[in-house]
Structures are given as structure tokens and as C-alpha cells.
């Protein structure tokens, strides 16, 4: 055997040899991914768009012959969610599915960095994989229907062909991987240059010349983005998103919002923090010329989550793409205290096991600090109790099990109330699952999907301390001037007639004791109905909508009837037909 094959044979036992340790430090990440898996409400808003983008209408959310309107951030996800729906899978499994195998190979990516590229040793790249792998945000955020964990690995892939190779950089595969970053999400062009000003920056310090390469990127980037941007104008006819003017709204209390969303994070989790000493070792002599660029990405993130003003969801959605650099800057640290001594090096394994556990601590709502100092940091509802990043990851869970029920109970409703074809519209907050199951056209009471809304300017005596992303909210009432048909829908599961009458009767009377609400009584009225349980118990199904009195009846009539047919209800369980 020559010294050819005797190399080929140790490089390919040492890839194997890696493979088997990665694949060891992946089980706990996909057990935690498991642990956390769910669907986020607002990635049936991209579903939607998906769905009509497959039976040929177009990516547009409501149909009809308006002009459409951009209410998603995620063309390139929407794209890949129309490939699902085109073929008839499941939308609610296989973008997740999806998502998590993007998390799974940005791990690997990561930890053929550390040990190949950068040289660190095993036992440091093991416990910085760990660190990555086993981070609650990181391994919720794998899954949830969202671009996040597609959108993180695009970004690390443009900066490493960028960056961290130690040859000139991959201008090719670099444009690629930054094209569809930027069409990844709307913000996705931005951090393109912002990787490229760093690739800059990183070349000039290690004295290495790549101006073609460096072109090569800009070209495949800006001519592919600028054929997209083309389509996109002439089909939206407006330069940004609709959601980029329904969410974006840039002061002073809403930055504040955005600093303790990111202080919120750092004291739930603790293992932020060092992203400060990592940071700093990072711009040692033997490191700078890729440290500069590291460091300055990890900080980017938090950055970009303040002027964003934060974000409503779980376990801090917008700082999930720049952990990857936080964990290069972790792992650098620990190779900093292996290479002095035996002690420092059992320190810092000590150390680096428990920052692991400190971090896992919120996965099962336990923290080092108390909530009252969280409640000083409250980002998401200013006038409602303070959640811990669990407790929130919880309440998406059982917000989508709610909406997911709304919708597919307004569907049964229409299919008994309203002819077929017959138009149906409905006013809606949470336009996720509501509107994806319901398949209705929605008014949006954020403006995502209703221009007039997303775009219109905030008063001066609006609330600035609304949840991130829900600062242009109307009530229900700003659309009466639009006739939807349905403007409330109240969900009730239960066996006992008694309950669900009292339950209607209840929401009724507040409907019709709002002073805000009196102008109303004469356009819209209570409807009940039963519809199929959407759960796999049998346990009846009804709902209470608030729907428009139709033209020619009399108001009076209508709340009669409706008081009639519960009270009817109520005494023999028995649902009467609607005249």
C-alpha cells in the first residue's frame, strides 16, 4: 500500500470517526427538538399563500380581483410550503420536518468547523455542540412551520464560503446561498451586504486579495434578487412588504421594547452573557482576521432585535440565526483555557457542563432569575402577566389547538348557513390557522393582509406598548364599513346542552351591552350551530358567531330568534333549524 492510499484511508476513518461522534452529540439536540416540536399560528399565514399559490392563484392570501398583497416575509418558504401543498402533504408536518433537517445540518456544519477548520480539539468542539444543540431557543426554533432555522442555516452557509475558508472565497457558491438567503426573508438582502462588507474586512486583515471572487458573489446576488424584485413589484405594485409597514413602527418606546426583549432573553437563558469575553478573545492577533466577522455578526443579531422592537414569540425567535456565531465565540474560549493547563482545562469542562444545564433550565420553566426581575423587562403585553419563554411556548401550543377548532368550526358554519359559493367574509386577529382551515376572506384587525390597516399612520393616543409586530391593531368595529359577514366566533366543546347554552348566552349578553357596540344591533345578530368536532373525541361541537342581519329582515326578529332557538335548546337538547 502506497502513501497515497495509506492517507485516503486514515482521512476517510477519520471522517467516519467524526460522523460517529456528531451523530452521539445529535441525539440529545433531536430529543429536545422532539420535546419542543410545534406549529406556530403564524406560519399557516405562509401556508395560505402556499396553498392558493398551488391551485394556481397566484401567492396571494385573499382571492378575488383586488390587487394582491404581500402579508408574508418569507418568499422563498412560501415557494417550498406551494411545493408541499401542490403534491397534497401535509402542510402541518413536513415544513417542520423540513425546518428540523436545517438544524440538523447547520449543526453538523458547525462542528466540522470547529474540529476541521479552526483545528480545535474534540473535547471542545463536543462541548460546544452541546452548548448549540441542547439551547432550548435552538432547538425549539427547529421546528414551529417558520422560516427561522432555514433563514439561520442560508445565513451561516454565506458567511462561511464568504469567510471561513481558508481558501479565496467561493464567489459562486457564496452568490447562490446569498441569493436565496435574500429571498429567504425580506431582511435577508440586508444581512447579504452585511456579510459582504465583513468578507471585505476579513480578506484585507488576513492579506489575501479576492476582489473576483468578491464580484462573482455580488453579480449572482444582485442579478437574480433584481429579476425577483422586478416580479414582485409588478404582481404587489408596492416597493416592501405589507407586512414591513404593519409591523415596523420605529420610536423611542418601541426600541426600549426591543432592548428588553433582548435583556429578557439574556437573563432567562444566562449563557448569552458571554458572548462579551468570547468577543473579546475573538480579536486576539491569531484570530482577527475571521474573529472580527464572527464576533460582529453575534452582535449584530441583538442589534437587529432592537430596531425590529422585539418579536411576541417563544425563546427569542429574531436572536436564533446569530447563535452559531456565539457558539464559535464559546468554543474559542474553552481552547483558550485548554491550552494552559491540566486544572484550567478540568475548569473550564466543569464550567462549560454547567452554563449547558443553566441554559436547559428555562426548557422546563425553571430559571436562575426571579420573575420579578424578568417583570422589570416585560416586552410582550404591557398590562398582562409576565410569562416566562416556556410558559409562552405553551400558549402558542394551545393558541393554535383554539384557532386551529375556529377555523375548521367557521368552515362547517358557512357549508350550513351560506349557498354555495356565496361570498364570506370574516374579521379575524389571528389570521394563522383561522384562515388557512377556515378558507374565508379575512379582515385583518393587525393589517397584515388588509393594506388600510398595515399602512395606516398611528395617533398620538394609540398605545405604544402593544406586543411587537401588533402595533397597527383596530377593534372589530373598524370594518363594519366594510359589511363582513362574520364578525365574532366563539368555539364550545362540551356534552352538557346546558353548558354551551349558558356559554352562548354569556358571550350574547356582552355583545349586546357594549356601549361600544349598540350602532351594531341592527347590522348583526347571534347564530349558533353544531359543527364536526375537530378533535378525536366525540364530544359535541358547537359555534357562536356574530353574523350580518341580511338585507330586508328585521333586526328585532332576528335576536328573537336567536333568544327562541336557545332557550329551546337549553330545555331538550335539541338544536332547532335557523328559519
Not at 392558493?52 to 392563484?57: I, Q, R
Not at 410550503?81 to 397534497?88: K, P, Y
Amino acid at each position: 500500500m502506497d502513501r497515497t492510499e495509506s492517507t485516503e484511508l486514515i482521512t476517510r476513518g477519520s471522517r467516519s470517526s467524526r460522523l460517529d461522534l456528531f451523530l452521539l452529540l445529535w441525539i440529545p439536540h433531536i430529543l429536545l427538538v422532539y420535546r419542543f416540536r410545534f406549529l406556530a399560528d403564524d406560519a399557516c399565514i405562509s401556508f395560505r399563500f402556499a396553498r392558493n399559490l398551488a391551485l394556481g392563484h397566484g401567492p396571494r392570501y385573499n382571492l378575488g380581483t383586488q390587487i394582491p398583497v404581500e402579508g408574508y416575509s418569507n418568499f422563498l418558504w412560501v415557494i417550498i410550503c406551494a411545493i408541499f401543498e401542490f403534491f397534497r402533504l401535509d402542510i402541518t408536518f413536513w415544513p417542520t420536518l423540513l425546518s428540523a433537517a436545517c438544524g440538523t445540518v447547520l449543526l453538523w456544519l458547525v462542528f466540522d468547523l470547529l474540529h476541521r477548520r479552526l483545528q480545535l480539539g474534540l473535547p471542545v468542539t463536543c462541548l460546544a455542540i452541546l452548548s448549540l444543540g441542547c439551547f432550548p431557543p435552538f432547538a425549539l426554533w427547529s421546528t414551529g412551520g417558520l422560516a427561522t432555522m432555514p433563514f439561520a442555516l442560508l445565513i451561516f452557509i454565506t458567511f462561511e464560503r464568504l469567510i471561513l475558508r481558508r481558501e479565496a472565497p467561493a464567489g459562486v457558491t457564496a452568490g447562490i446561498a446569498g441569493l436565496l438567503l435574500a429571498l429567504m426573508r425580506v431582511e435577508g438582502i440586508a444581512w447579504v451586504v452585511v456579510i459582504l462588507v465583513l468578507a471585505i474586512i476579513s480578506r484585507r486583515l488576513a492579506g489575501q486579495r479576492a476582489l473576483r471572487s468578491f464580484v462573482t458573489f455580488a453579480l449572482i446576488v444582485a442579478i437574480g434578487y433584481g429579476l425577483y424584485f422586478a416580479w414582485r413589484y409588478s404582481y404587489y405594485q408596492m416597493l416592501l412588504p405589507n407586512t414591513t409597514y404593519a409591523k415596523s413602527v420605529l420610536d423611542v418606546p418601541r426600541l426600549m421594547r426591543g432592548i428588553d426583549y433582548v435583556v429578557s432573553f439574556i437573563l432567562t437563558f444566562i449563557t448569552p452573557v458571554l458572548i462579551v469575553p468570547g468577543s473579546l478573545l475573538a480579536l486576539r492577533k491569531r484570530r482577527r482576521a475571521i474573529g472580527l466577522p464572527i464576533a460582529a455578526m453575534a452582535w449584530a443579531f441583538p442589534v437587529y432585535a432592537i430596531v425590529v422592537t422585539g418579536d411576541f414569540m417563544s425563546m427569542g425567535r429574531f436572536l436564533v440565526p446569530g447563535l452559531v456565531f456565539n457558539t464559535i465565540l464559546f468554543a474559542w474560549m474553552l481552547d483558550d483555557l485548554w491550552e494552559k493547563s491540566r486544572a484550567a482545562r478540568c475548569a473550564g469542562a466543569v464550567a462549560a457542563v454547567a452554563f449547558i444545564a443553566i441554559a436547559l433550565l428555562p426548557g422546563w420553566n425553571r430559571q436562575l432569575v426571579p420573575r420579578a426581575m424578568l417583570a422589570k423587562f416585560h416586552f410582550r403585553f404591557a398590562r398582562g402577566p409576565v410569562q416566562t419563554e416556556y410558559e409562552r411556548w405553551r400558549e402558542h401550543i394551545n393558541n393554535t389547538k383554539r384557532w386551529t377548532a375556529r377555523g375548521k368550526a367557521l368552515r362547517g358554519y358557512v357549508a350550513q348557513r351560506r349557498p354555495t359559493g356565496e361570498y364570506t367574509s370574516y374579521v379575524a386577529g389571528a389570521i394563522g390557522v383561522t384562515g388557512y382551515y377556515s378558507d374565508l376572506y379575512i379582515f385583518d384587525k393587525h393589517g397584515l393582509v388588509t393594506p388600510e390597516v398595515g399602512r395606516r399612520k398611528l395617533g398620538p393616543d394609540e398605545d405604544p406598548w402593544r406586543p411587537a409586530g401588533h402595533d397597527k391593531w383596530v377593534p372589530r368595529e373598524y370594518f363594519v364599513k366594510d359589511n363582513p359577514t362574520i364578525l365574532f366566533a366563539r368555539v364550545v366543546r362540551d356534552s352538557d346542552p346546558q353548558a354551551v347554552a349558558d356559554a352562548f348566552d354569556e358571550s350574547a349578553r356582552k355583545l349586546w351591552n357594549r356601549v361600544d357596540r349598540l350602532i351594531l344591533r341592527d347590522k348583526y345578530a347571534p347564530d349558533f350551530a353544531r359543527v364536526s368536532p375537530t378533535a378525536a373525541a366525540d364530544t359535541p361541537e358547537y359555534i357562536l358567531t356574530w353574523t350580518r342581519i341580511d338585507e330586508g329582515v328585521p333586526p328585532a326578529d332576528t335576536w328573537r330568534h336567536f333568544a327562541q332557538r336557545l332557550q329551546s335548546f337549553r330545555a331538550n337538547g335539541h338544536l332547532p333549524p335557523p328559519e
